[in-house]
């Protein structure tokens, strides 16, 4: 714990992008935004802040980044005149019912917009909040749900600040307008991914652990047992369909990064335009093509992937491989894999020269452009060309194109749908989790159909924001429903707000598209998107929200909302 408390290093390298210094058009759009505000002690007021010369404006953003770089924050920055404002209908007498006001320098708050847009936020949030609710989730994860539950509100009260929502939205709404799961979610993901990396770690001491027999019934009989890691993650990947899913061992790299290999890469269709080239071309040049080359033997591979298979084929002159895939693989991961497999059986034959053909243009780039990140099955190939050729085999690799007709290309094409399951990676793997994660958050989010935000946003994605913090803060609070003036009461303990007019509870979809009272205002800001959006439509929001924020502002600033 205490090195999580240690103050943070204010003297890192002075290069990186968010250790540079105040620009002053950064300086600017910060003053631009201000508003009208009460100065502080110092008198100074952001009107004149604004009407300083550009000189005047320059020397001021001289004496911030003096603040940033030396650490030094003024003293007479940190007083402020306390205005208590009673709160109405309550005991003038009792300190407790005051609104305390502060009036700080405008000096010292002119530059808080810096860094408190929605993006900014949630970088904060991640890199120092969810970061540490995310350490050692795989091991604490196996705690009682009373003691993980302790970590909800620290997730909620991050939330609000980043989003600006209002305290009583409901916490369904608060991860799905920030687009951020449930805590609980992350821990079953980085389990997840923590247990399918021991698993493709044939050298990880827990690699082929299984658990004890007694120890499960122990833990079926007592179902107050706190479960350990290998039995919390049974239940999950049972949950998700996992159970019975293969990973591929983490190859050896028997080929350096900082070796170099020069594969024999053919293009007789380098100069062709597909759009414009008919396919009879291409056969005729392919035909070409093979009279030149008719002492190699011809091996033909094609990785294909649908919505729910990925396979390859690989086809010799005699014989035709097919496999498929786990769904959760790329399109990559086939196309190399059958590069690889195709110089598996080369390996044993007694032909020492074969020419492998693939329409994949990614895979003969990933040979040419080896680095520390490149893809394990990369160096696989590579190291199997090198040892290849140092026993007289004469690999050559030639890319086609797809689609033309050529023979065994199409036998290729035909046959990669053939069913034998075959091993994922792991990286393929994490991919398909967080998309089953997020699967089941998306029927959790199907249920909540009495909230308002979901007749906005039924699926649970990530919307731009805007530019301007407060904009984008009432945008965020119309959007769930809950706003001061509607859900205020809910905090002090009072009434509800009725409407006079239509004698019904405020609500902001009773403002914005219901109450008779604002009809005028209505037609005066929303004319042109009546023409050509039903008032259904409009109830939604959707319009309020993604095509007119400048009509719905104005709005709200007629009707005083």
């Known amino acids: 714990m205490k090195t999580e408390k240690k103050n943070l290093n204010f003297y890192s390298r002075s290069d990186h992008s968010y250790n540079c210094n105040f620009t002053f058009q950064e300086f600017q759009a910060c003053l631009s935004k201000v508003h009208k505000s009460s100065p502080g002690p110092d008198n100074i007021s952001y009107i004149m802040l604004l009407h300083l010369t550009s000189e005047s404006q320059s020397n001021l953003l001289y004496r911030f980044n003096r603040i940033w770089n030396e650490h030094c924050f003024p003293a007479s920055w940190q007083e402020a005149i306390i205005i208590p404002i009673p709160k109405p209908g309550k005991d ?45 989730c795989q091991i604490n994860g196996s705690s009682r749900k009373t003691i993980l539950q302790k970590f909800d509100p620290i997730q909620h009260a991050a939330l609000r600040l980043y989003s600006g929502a209002f305290r009583t939205f409901p916490v369904e709404s608060l991860y799905v307008d920030c687009f951020e799961p449930v805590l609980n979610y992350r821990r079953q993901m980085l389990s997840l991914h923590y247990y399918f990396k021991i698993k493709s770690n044939a050298y990880h001491p827990f690699h082929n652990f299984k658990l004890r027999p007694f120890l499960v019934r122990l833990q079926e009989a007592r179902k107050s047992f706190i479960p350990v890691f290998f039995s919390r993650v049974h239940n999950i990947l049972t949950d998700l369909n996992l159970l019975y899913v293969h990973v591929t061992i983490q190859p050896k790299r028997n080929f350096p990064s900082w070796k170099f290999f020069e594969t024999h890469v053919l293009h007789p269709y380098e100069n062709f335009n597909k759009s414009n080239t008919a396919v009879i071309i291409y056969q005729q040049t392919f035909i070409e093509h093979r009279e030149h080359y008719n002492n190699f033997v011809p091996i033909y591979t094609d990785g294909s992937k649908s919505a729910d298979q990925v396979s390859f084929a690989v086809v010799f002159p005699s014989t035709i491989f097919s496999f498929r895939l786990h769904h959760s693989c790329s399109i990559f991961i086939a196309e190399i894999t059958d590069v690889l497999y195709a110089l598996e059986e080369i390996s044993k034959s007694i032909q020492k020269m074969s020419l492998i053909y693939t329409d994949s243009l990614s895979v003969l780039k990933s040979l040419d452009s080896v680095h520390d990140h490149t893809h394990p099955l990369v160096f696989n190939v590579l190291y199997i060309l090198e040892k290849l050729a140092s026993q007289c085999f004469i690999i050559n690799l030639c890319w086609i194109s797809s689609h033309v007709g050529i023979l065994g290309n199409e ?16 990286g393929n793997l994490k991919k398909h989790i967080k998309l089953l994660l997020y699967s089941k958050w998306q029927a959790q989010w199907n249920v909540e159909t009495g909230n308002m935000l979901h007749a906005v946003k039924p699926t649970p994605q990530s919307w731009p924001s805007l530019k301007n913090r407060k904009a984008d803060t009432i945008l965020t609070r119309l959007r769930v429903g809950h706003t001061r003036f509607t859900h205020r009461h809910l905090l002090l303990g009072e009434q509800a707000p009725m409407c006079s007019r239509c004698n019904c509870t405020m609500s902001v979809q009773h403002i914005l598209a219901e109450c008779s009272n604002f009809n ?3 037609l005066r800001f929303f004319l042109i998107l009546l023409e050509f959006h039903s008032l259904h439509y409009l109830v939604k929001l959707h319009i309020f929200i993604f095509e007119s924020n400048q009509f719905l502002f104005s709005y709200l600033s007629v009707v005083q909302f």
């Open 92 to 136: 003038i007498t009792n300190p407790l019912y005051y609104h305390p006001i502060a009036l700080t320098s405008c000096l010292s708050v002119s530059t808080t917009p810096w860094g408190a847009d929605r993006p900014s936020m949630l970088k904060i949030y991640k890199a120092t909040i969810l970061s540490k609710l995310d350490y050692g």
């Open 411 to 426: 036998q290729a094409e035909k046959s990669a749908t053939f069913s034998i399951n075959g091993a994922v990676p792991v």
């Open 520 to 522: 005028s205002q209505r």
